[in-house]
């Protein structure tokens, strides 16, 4: 009886069925980051909703909308009668946790404890707000973009609010805007304003303020979170979003050119910073809790840069750097380049990089007059 032996592959068939399987993981791979990239996305945009039915659901309730920064801050040491957060103010994310089915965190915040000061066991300063750092350390999943990759192991938050158009044209022009000026409390109730020119528009913003239309008007956006690591410029538009970068171009805040050509010339500046110039920040999204008046970086951001842009200081008000009358754009890692951003419709949209510089700053100003094409953005 004769024997019939199976035919084994050659070495050279293996390769071919290897290399084969190799073209096609090729091929699929990026289709299959793609559709993963655009269910981050869609995730993200969900949570810029739920921020935006929030704003809502204040304004019935207060008939306002949450202040950019509760300032100055309601926490008082009880020997000065001073405040006590540090010359930080609270954040409108704080303002809106009942609204976003966080109402155990914001019941358990002791508003005179404060939101901000030394860290534990650091006492060089405010230490009261040490009865808030268990709420406060808190993750809310609600403020992440799960295209960020974090890198700091903290309270983080991916959105910001929007604060205006290009601060040295017309201050405060945003969505959200501090309660009162940047001031030195000096006695109990006593604050003296330090008197900048464009920060005497600070109050309270109602939805009839917003004259230019609630979808015209940009909302929240989302930005890259910082981190503690060194950041240099030069060393890629991803590694730049985690950092804020210093310029020449500081000017005396009390002397400010209000003209849109010193915003152009400031962007060139800007973009020019040489390579290897060291970021004074990366502070920014690393305490949800706490804003400031008189910075950009916490909690907010501005409409001078084009999303994705470079973060730039203008006014060298001290060694951070985060200055409101700088750039302080969204940021992102989504794919195609672009952000995420809540209107103060409750809309979400997508605002690619690439968005007319103009029309941007539009965008950002509640009550500017500037006639928008509903196609141009």
């Known amino acids: 009886m004769r024997l019939v032996r199976s035919r084994g592959f050659t070495l050279i068939e293996l390769l071919v069925v290897i290399a084969i399987i190799a073209v096609l993981v090729a091929l699929l791979l990026p289709a299959v980051q793609s559709a993963r990239e655009a269910a981050r996305r869609s995730q993200c945009a969900n949570n810029l909703k739920q921020l935006g039915l929030s704003v809502h659901n204040y304004e019935s309730a207060y008939q306002c909308l949450p202040s950019g920064s509760i300032y100055p801050c309601p926490a008082l040491n009880f020997a000065t009668g001073l405040p006590s957060c540090w010359g930080f103010g609270v954040s409108p994310f704080v303002s809106i946790l009942p609204y976003i089915e966080q109402g155990t965190i914001f019941n358990n915040y002791n508003v005179q404890a404060g939101v901000y000061g030394s860290y534990p066991p650091n006492t060089s300063g405010p230490i009261t707000w040490w009865a808030n750092t268990t709420v406060f350390n808190m993750q809310v999943g609600l403020f992440l973009c799960p295209s960020d990759n974090k890198i700091l192991r903290s309270s983080l938050s991916n959105y910001v609010g929007n604060m205006g158009g290009p601060f040295i044209l017309n201050g405060y022009s945003g969505a959200f805007s501090p309660l009162n000026p940047p001031s030195t409390p000096v006695s109990l109730g006593v604050n003296t304003p330090w008197g900048y020119p464009q920060t005497q528009n600070a109050g309270i913003v109602t939805l009839a303020g917003i004259q230019d239309g609630t979808s015209n008007t940009g909302l929240w956006s ?15 538009k991803q590694a730049e979003m985690r950092g804020f970068f210093p310029t020449t171009f500081a000017t005396n805040p009390f002397n400010l050119i209000q003209a849109p050509q010193q915003v152009i010339l400031f962007l060139a500046g800007c973009n020019a910073v040489p390579p290897g110039t060291l970021a004074t920040s990366t502070q920014r999204g690393t305490s949800w809790q706490m804003s400031m008046p008189y910075y950009a970086n916490y909690s907010m951001y501005n409409h001078v840069a084009q999303p ?3 973060q730039c200081s ?15 754009p969204p940021t992102s890692m989504h794919s195609p380049g672009g952000v995420n951003m809540c209107m103060c419709d409750g ?20 009550a500017g007059n500037e006639p928008l094409d509903a196609n141009s953005f």
Not at 222 to 236: C, I
Not at 314 to 328: F, K, P, T
């Open 347 to 366: 809309s979400v949209r997508y605002i690619k990089d690439q968005i007319q510089l103009y029309t941007w700053w539009s965008i950002g100003t509640r």
């Open 222 to 236: 989302e930005a890259v979170t910082g981190n503690s690591l060194q950041v240099r410029a030069g060393t890629g």
């Open 308 to 310: 994705n842009g470079r």
């Open 314 to 328: 203008n006014v060298a008000i001290d060694n951070i750097g985060l200055d409101i009358y700088g750039a302080s």
